[in-house]
């Protein structure tokens, strides 16, 4: 599986949209990019995920280059709850479903 | 559905003992995983079962035990514990969704203390 590249730490303020880059330039056609996050040493929670196309769910939109070397993934209201660390993970669909987690970005929303 | 469960939640033992970590899962899944989570890290896979009767290594194995005891259960065993496994554990599950979503869900976790 590709290695991702997050930035250790981010900011956001509270009704602000939240941008997490991931880089990942070392990607296969046949990998896909997912997005976890894990509250307060919770189990991390399955967010989104894509192979090329932007998706969207009611948690989250995912942005892919149109070269796939990086993403973003953008929580369009952050609120002090989706204070997390969130991991972005690449990783081929079937097969092996093992995830290989990094060490995310911490994101902190400020009231 | 409870989802997936862990226990004990925490836990703490002295260097050579053993134990074993419990995980049941209700969502009929095929595939289980263990982690392990030190402090400031991102979690590591220390074994998996992709389907009933089957377990591999992941990237951190030695010390460690699995047993797949049915498709809801996946326990995790310490032989001889030493201070270097003091960690959070969690298990996972998944299976193949309408969706083609290999989404795992995670338990609360264990906390062990080896001292």
């Known amino acids: 599986d590709a290695k991702t590249t997050q930035p250790t730490s981010m900011d956001c303020a509270e009704g602000r949209a939240a941008n997490l880059p991931c880089n990942h330039s070392?990607?296969?056609?046949?990998?896909?990019v997912y997005w976890y996050r894990q509250i307060h040493s919770q189990g991390p929670q399955y967010i989104i995920h894509?192979?090329?196309n932007n998706e969207t769910n009611e948690m989250a939109s995912l942005i892919i280059t149109e070269d796939r070397k990086s993403s973003t993934l953008i929580l369009p209201h952050a609120t002090l709850r989706d204070t997390a660390v969130y991991y972005c993970i690449v990783r081929t669909q079937g097969g092996s479903e093992k995830l290989v987690f990094g060490k995310g970005t911490k994101l902190t929303v400020n009231p | 559905n409870a989802g997936v469960t862990q226990t004990p939640k925490f836990q703490v033992l002295k260097t050579g003992q053993s134990m074993t970590l419990q995980c049941a899962q209700d969502m009929n899944h095929n595939s289980m995983y263990w982690y392990r989570q030190d402090p400031g890290m991102g979690l590591r896979l220390i074994y998996y079962s992709a389907s009933e009767g089957t377990t591999d290594k992941g990237e951190v194995p030695n010390g460690y035990n699995v047993s797949r005891l049915n498709k809801r259960e996946f326990s995790l065993r310490l032989e001889s514990a030493a201070p270097s496994q003091t960690s959070v554990y969690f298990c996972?599950?998944?299976?193949?969704?309408?969706?083609?979503?290999?989404?795992?869900?995670f338990g609360p976790g264990t906390r062990l203390t080896v001292l």
């Open positions: 996972a599950s998944s299976a193949l969704s309408g969706t083609s979503v290999y989404e795992q869900f």
């Open positions: 894509g192979l090329k």
């Open positions: 070392t990607i296969s056609g046949n990998e896909y």
